[in-house]
């Protein structure tokens, strides 16, 4: 018997499970394969908060400032290398431009654009899905007042990859740039960087070496040997191409968390449906057990809370059949909220479809959407399945996720 | 119905997402492997309109299931890429292994029978092993690696016949031991132990003569024999299946081709197989769970580092052995998780892949090394024998089945 199983092992999940087990709870994580994280940007966006919250069913609106707050903690604790500044902060995205952020390691935050100096965009050989020509473009339009250099890094990890004409990923780029050797090249690299501005007198002493798929955050230091190399400039990282490098060594560092606090993670195996009988008639239902598929044999968790994490539309949460014929949550078969109308004509407007989800209580408890009344005692529902936003044009993905996971594993 | 199923045994599950090359152990290290998306769903098309790729770059995979447990639609992959190399063999094209590399699938596939002449004379057979001049020529004959960690041979394990007549009869608390090639030939101790415990809580063991699994034999290419000892061992598990015995395994393969790939066989058992097969410490924590364990345990004050092996990992239960030891007062273990071994069999024997297999191994020997340096553990756990192998060979810590750890908390061993 668990104190808590988490269904799904995405940022929610995770949060939630670690928080949890931080708690001293015993929690077990079920996840079919990876989570969503292995797409995430190394960026949290939290969105307007304060309009946001005031939006009638938004998940905001379910939790108080504290929360929010708690939420935020949480992500710096585990994460020192996380900043927040009363300022907006801007990072690199892998096309070059600048997007807005609100929680963003501290080696990804852009210099004020109305700064001068010079970027040199180091360029790894042969690093699969990155163009550097448009990196430059868009960083010439972005910071007028910058120089743009380039200047190609050959990695010999990857001589054999190049030889054969082969592309290396940013996740295979990013293990070289954490291991001694690839910083100590880096090192070598960004030093005559360095010699050279200084020789050809250049003309504004701020220069900020760009680098894809570097990944500086993240280390478990009780599993792997790290080395901190001081570069002598600064080095802004960028967002990656996907699967991405900051995705997964941050889904890996949150999975040694987890375990390291005690928990358990059960991967490979689908949660397909729970147990429960109603506590009485007129009360909501209590959730004894899970459902669970591994390999060759039906398992039957027993725990006393359940959180379900499964994602939305996107991340395999709820499933839709052909013609929209039919629409489900996949584990609890809990009642969505479904707008009459899914799409507008516009692409990049709000779209109603992505309000789909559980509407949930202030305990995030699901709903029944006709009487409003809460249907199971001891399930809560986190991240991208809960009701009403739009992680999109509210720019609001990480913030939801992080503070609904935090909020569920307080109620464990 | 079970849409997801539905949709999982068809190839359009796969959304391209590249997740499963981004976590695939060997095309990390080898360039020329065209990672499990580009080897299975991809190429399962051109498959499908019967063109047939050469046996060669299938036989990179080391079958690890790294890509069907990080896969987050459900996409069997290493199933596909092993059907196709199933399909490879009988497939007219010109790019079949050498002779050579045939001739050595056809011997690290039969560890059952090394393990049988291995042990007629173990320190015979061991001494052998360790002449430089027979590894020599095992690397040169066999294209086996001369610097592979060949595990050594030792007291093989007893079979146990069902003494007691009709299964589930007069003994209503009984098991079925599938010890492996491993177990039985290398590492017999580790049954003997095996079934003290489980006599400990209240349960007869059977042993009967089985065969070889079959997995050694399928990831080397060898089918049909794989099959025919699948059927054979069916057959003798199948009275004790009708009569609801559980089957229990102590290596983690074994257990993995029991659940995932007896129930495929066309045998009056395959349909029981899955559902009553359970790695060691998965029945024992579901005994737990029904207050069946006894917990007489003494306190043992150590401190582990734990390696999750791929193959019981890809079997969709967790953890449980760590579940199992942390009842147990003063045990303190850390479940690394730092990835595949690298061994994946004999994969790592194959002169080859020797090199890349230590590479791929790599971040785990890193994990353990600084494990021990911080003084985190002194020692490594694993249930997987060639796991185990790997991880002494790339670390030189001393590394045991969790199962001696629990046979010392119960004072059957005294280390």
């Not at chain 1, 690093?127 to 910071?143: G, M, T």
């Not at chain 2, 007893?158 to 010890?179: L, S, T």
């Not at chain 2, 559980?246 to 029991?258: A, F, M, R």
Request: net charge positive; hydrophobic share 35%; aromatic share 8%.
């Amino acid at each position: 018997m668990w104190d808590a199983i988490v269904v799904g092992g995405g940022l929610a999940g995770w949060t939630a499970g670690i928080r949890a087990a931080q708690r001293g709870k015993k929690v077990l994580i079920v996840t079919e394969g990876v989570g969503t994280l292995y797409y995430f940007s190394g960026i949290f966006d939290y969105g307007d908060l304060e309009s946001l919250r005031h939006l009638p069913k938004h998940p905001y609106s379910l939790f108080d400032a504290e929360a929010i707050d708690r939420g935020k903690h949480f992500i710096q604790e585990l994460c020192p290398e996380y900043i927040e500044t009363n300022k907006s902060q801007h990072a690199l995205t892998v096309l070059g431009t600048a997007r807005q952020g609100d929680l963003m390691p501290r080696s990804m935050v852009l210099p004020n654009h109305q700064e001068q100096g010079s970027f040199v965009l180091l360029v790894p050989e042969g690093l699969k899905d990155f163009f550097p020509e448009i990196v430059v473009s868009n960083l010439v339009r972005e910071f007028p007042g910058w120089q743009v250099n380039v200047k190609r890094v050959h990695a010999e990890n990857f001589g054999e990859w190049q030889r054969m004409g082969k592309s290396a990923s940013g996740i295979d780029y990013a293990a070289i740039w954490r291991s001694k050797e690839g910083q100590n090249l880096l090192a070598q690299e960004i030093e005559a960087i360095k010699r050279e501005h200084q020789g050809a007198g250049s003309r504004s002493g701020k220069i900020a070496v760009v680098l894809p798929s570097l990944v500086s955050e993240y280390f478990d230091a009780s599993r792997t040997k790290t080395y901190v190399q001081d570069y002598s400039l600064p080095v802004i990282e960028m967002s990656s191409f996907l699967p991405s490098p900051h995705g997964r060594y941050f889904a890996e560092y949150l999975k040694h968390q987890f375990t390291d606090l005690g928990g358990e993670l059960m991967i490979g195996a689908r949660a397909a449906a729970l147990n429960g009988k109603p506590m009485s008639a007129k009360q909501p239902k209590s959730c004894q057990e899970i459902i669970v598929q591994s390999m060759g044999k039906v398992l039957h968790l027993k725990a006393k809370k359940f959180i379900l994490a499964t994602g939305g539309l996107l991340g395999g949460g709820i499933k839709v059949g052909i013609e929209r014929k039919l629409i489900q949550e996949d584990v609890f078969d809990l009642p969505l909220y479904v707008p009459q109308e899914w799409s507008t004509s516009q692409f990049f407007a709000s779209q109603p479809f992505a309000q789909i989800g559980v509407e949930t209580d202030k305990c995030l408890r699901p709903l029944d959407t006709n009487q409003g009344r809460v249907i199971w005692d001891n399930v809560h529902v986190v991240g991208r399945m809960l009701a009403h936003w739009d992680p999109w044009t509210q720019r609001c993905g990480g913030g939801v996720s992080v503070t609904s996971g935090c909020a569920a594993a307080e109620i464990i | 119905m079970d849409v997801r199923n539905e949709l999982t045994a068809r190839l359009d599950a796969c959304q391209k997402c590249n997740v499963c090359t981004a976590q695939c152990p060997v095309a990390k290290v080898n360039p020329h492997f065209p990672g499990p998306k580009g080897l299975g769903p991809d190429m399962e098309r051109f498959r499908r309109g019967q063109f047939i790729p050469g046996e060669t770059t299938l036989d990179d995979c080391s079958n690890c299931k790294t890509c069907e447990v990080t896969c987050p639609s459900g996409v069997k992959i290493t199933e596909m890429i092993l059907e196709a190399r199933r399909a490879a063999r009988k497939g007219p094209h010109k790019t079949m292994l050498s002779l050579k590399l045939r001739l050595r699938g056809y011997v690290l596939g039969r560890a059952e029978y090394l393990g049988k002449l291995g042990v007629l004379w173990p320190g015979m057979a061991n001494q052998a092993l360790k002449l430089n001049l027979v590894r020599w020529a095992l690397d040169k004959g066999l294209a086996v690696s001369q610097k592979g960690p060949l595990p050594a041979y030792g007291r093989p394990l007893e079979v146990i016949e069902d003494k007691g007549g009709r299964a589930g009869g007069a003994f209503r608390k009984q098991v079925i031991y599938f010890p492996g090639c491993y177990t039985r030939y290398n590492e017999g101790d580790t049954g003997r132990i095996m079934i003290k415990v489980l006599e400990h809580i209240g349960y007869k063991t059977i042993v009967p003569n089985f065969h070889c699994c079959g997995l050694p034999l399928e990831a080397n290419g060898q089918f049909d024999k794989a099959r025919k000892n699948g059927l054979y061992n069916l057959e003798l598990m199948r009275p004790y299946l009708e009569a609801g015995v559980p089957v229990i395994t102590s290596c983690t393969s074994c257990g993995l081709t029991l659940k995932e790939d007896y129930p495929k066989l066309p045998a009056p058992g395959a349909q029981m197989i899955g559902a009553q097969t359970y790695d060691l410490f998965e029945f024992l924590w579901q005994l737990h769970e029904k207050r069946e364990l006894p917990l007489d345990f003494q306190e043992v004050k150590a401190c582990f580092g734990y390696h999750l092996p791929c193959h019981l990992k890809a079997q969709g239960i967790g953890t449980p052995a760590l579940r199992i030891l942390r009842l147990i007062p003063g045990v303190k273990i850390r479940n690394l998780d730092a990835g595949c071994c690298g061994l994946s069999g004999s994969y790592g024997f194959k002169a080859e892949k020797y090199d890349k297999a230590m590479k791929i191994g790599n971040p785990l020997f890193e994990a353990v090394n600084v494990g021990v340096e911080r003084g985190d553990f002194q020692e490594m756990l694993t249930e997987c024998g060639v796991c185990k192998v790997q991880i002494q060979h790339g670390t030189s810590i001393p590394t045991k089945h969790p199962l001696r750890i629990l046979a010392k908390a119960y004072k059957i061993i005294l280390e």
